[in-house]
């Protein structure tokens, strides 16, 4: 894998301020094949958070609907399977079953107007349309 690879997955201002949006991508594991990799989003003004979008406690997805990621007062990510809270900019856990743990974070940078992952390989469309034809 190459560090300095980074993959556009949205335009920044695709995700409004104090919004959690999820993506589902494919990445390729450490055994060269392709897997799920579930991400979650969060921008808050000018700053970016990716975390992978697994609870911590159990294994499930964060989002209880499409994109709800945010607790009630939209300030913490919440698991929407038995209501554990985490902080925006960590990922710690703070409150629910596995607080003390954390989100496992994502390396996000900000390009030229695009939010992009870094220091991982994505299987990208073309890849895998090939590999579906074989």
């Known amino acids: 894998m190459d560090q300095s690879t ?8 695709d995700i409004p301020s104090q919004r959690a949006i999820g993506f589902h991508l494919m990445i390729l594991g450490e055994d060269g094949e392709p897997r799920p990799w579930p991400i979650v989003i969060v921008r808050w003004g000018k700053q970016v958070f990716g975390y992978l979008n697994r609870c911590p406690h159990n294994g ?22 038995h209501g554990a ?6 990922g710690n856990c703070v409150n629910g079953p596995c607080k003390g743990e954390s989100l496992t974070p994502i390396a996000l940078a900000v390009l030229d107007g695009d939010i992009c992952v870094t220091g ?10 090939c590999e579906e034809e074989v």
């Open 85 to 90: 809270t985490f902080e925006l900019g960590t």
């Open 6 to 13: 980074a993959y556009a997955i949205c335009a920044f201002n």
């Open 60 to 81: 499930v997805n964060l989002d209880w609907e499409r994109n709800q990621f945010l607790d009630g007062n939209g300030t913490r990510l919440m698991c929407g399977k």
């Open 120 to 129: 991982v390989t994505l299987v990208e469309e073309d890849e895998a349309a």
